[in-house]
């Protein structure tokens, strides 16, 4: 914009003498920190009121509208070494391409950010999501009814509707799409013609029909059911990449292999390679020896499932990823939680792309209800193995599973780790947590109570856990609850 639209501009932000959750006026320098999180705030605010940008100014008074100027250069500021632009772009996530003008409006310096509206996800700013509420700035977790209203206007944007491949003609999209595991997956009878398989792709959103023979074939379609991903352009680099090393690090790599099917024609094909490349025990039976995998089958495929299907599929030069290490296993994909990870256990899940978590649903590749995590819970302490680790980084989330270990060999955040899990396990399997259901567990001896008694001590001294009687003075009748319960 030139500097008469600017001053356009800024004289219609300013007559507006009601609340504008998606202007921002200031007079003054503010905190790096507290500029990335109004970034955050105006970017969903605006999407919610379905503007399609926002404005962070400085120059004006915020009670008055009156315009009065600012000594605030954001070009020459810094945070540490670094240029502010710079600095607030690394912890803006999805990317935010923010304009910032400086010009004068009557001989007044004024500065001007201009805020693209969120479109498919709300905008975080260091791992943390922001909105207006009035003229104050708010977490936007603390806002559920603004939350649930942002995502139900993100959803026309989701990913399953985007397009993977345009104007493809009928024989194309038979050719690319695996058509005949799609009827197979689905439960569904081939159909005997041309015409009638093209019609229940698009039924199942997999194809929009065009004009002429010609369909679009969806992004929930490609990345389902596509015969190759490599075909489908950008979408390639979202294929699952399973890599194994020779030891507890990645110094070595023993080999790497990249899916070459959509998640749901390739899944059972995935898993299978994923579980002949971990190590097994062997077991000694009456008569013979077997050997009996070292990480629960359900809980491989459950915590998979989970990576696919709740990535952030607009990150760019990312997509899931299996590394298999000696000593555990790691799983990672693109974008954070929706929830607490804490309350993966209890929570119903949530997921940025509903459609395909769906979908794989029906194709019973996950778990309705949220039950997929509990299942791979309870596989794990049945296999009696240190609990899992559910991380959560800038932009990725990552679970870890782990080999097999003695109590006495685990830290004392694996342990309480492992305690809060079961604790949650039990409580949403209408039971209670007590010291015996611990030591079966962890595989511990009765005589030996007094170790699953400081193992609960130390958890409910984290704030975990906590007494579900705090009236019951007797440590041997004691139960115990989650923190949120």
Known sequence: MNTHNLNVLLRELTVWTGES??????CSYVDPVEIGQYLSAIANAAALHRKEKGYLIWGVDNDTHRIVGTTFKPRSTKKGNEELESWLGQFLFPRVDCRI??????????????????????????????IRVGSYKKKLHDYPEKERALWAIFQPHSFEQGIAAAGAKSDEVLTLIDYPTVFELLGQHLPENRSGILERLEKENVIVSKDNDCYDITNLGAILFAKQLE??????????????????????????????????????????????QLPQNEQIGQALRHEVR????????????????????????????????????????????????????????????????????RLNICEERGSGIDKAVFQVELYQLPAPDFQVTANHMKTLLFAPQKLTDMSSADRIRACYQHACLCLVSNKLMTNTSLRDRFGIEEKNYAIASRIIAETIKTGLVKPADSTNKSKKQAKYVPFWF
């Open 101 to 130: 003008y400086e010009f004068e409006y009557e001989t007044k310096p004024i500065v001007l950010f201009e805020v693209p509206a969120a479109l498919h996800t709300p905008v975080r700013f260091q791992n943390m999501e922001y």
């Open 231 to 276: 075909r489908f352009g950008e979408l390639a680099r979202k294929a699952m990449r399973v890599v194994l090393y020779k030891g507890s690090n990645r110094i070595e790599t023993v080999k790497e292999q990249v899916g070459a099917k959509g998640y749901a024609v390739g899944f059972e094909s995935l898993i299978a390679y994923i579980n002949d």
């Open 294 to 361: 070292m990480y629960p089958e359900i809980a491989i495929r459950e915590l998979v499932a989970n990576a696919l299907i709740h990535q952030e599929f607009s990150m760019p030069g990312t997509g899931p990823m299996v590394e298999i290490f000696s000593d555990r296993i790691e799983m990672t994909n693109a974008g954070t939680p929706l929830i607490d990870t804490l309350r993966f256990i209890d929570e119903p899940p949530r997921s940025r792309n509903e459609k395909l978590a769906a979908m794989m649903r």
């Open 21 to 26: 959750e998606w202007v921002e006026f200031k």
